[in-house]
Nanobody, 124 residues
């Protein structure tokens, strides 16, 4: 059982950059691939980015391939997501998640544990 807590969300302006953090407790993040997802009201939860247990494989949604970086520091039990050149379309609740599929996956059902989410709002 691993507990995940996101932080770093808030209100930003279009064009800004923002870094989110996901800190884990209860288990070592070395046991998991990690992912970031986002969700807006009335929509399904969408994949944003994923990273393998050791950072050896990284994956990004098409809309964020050139505007985001996912990283992890297993010694700190923390995963990060930095987004660049944000737009109002990026407004959502952002969730981090842990998957026992350690090589990485973008499918929500493969993620075993989820954080509470952090709100990111991008103004125009």
């Amino acid at each position: 059982q691993v507990h995940l807590v996101e932080s770093g969300g808030g209100l930003v302006q279009a064009g800004d950059s923002l870094s989110l953090s996901c800190e884990a407790s209860g288990d070592s993040l070395s046991n998991y691939a990690m992912g970031w997802f986002r969700q807006v009201p009335g929509k399904e939860r969408d994949f944003v980015a994923g990273i393998a247990w050791n950072g050896g494989n990284r994956d990004y949604a098409d809309s964020l391939k050139t505007r985001s970086t996912i990283s992890r520091d297993n010694t700190k039990n923390t995963v990060y997501l930095t987004m660049y050149n944000l737009s109002p379309e990026d407004t959502a609740v952002y969730y981090c998640a842990a998957s026992a599929a350690r090589a990485g996956t973008r499918w929500p059902k493969n993620y075993n544990f989820w954080g509470q989410g952090t709100q990111v709002t991008v103004s125009s």
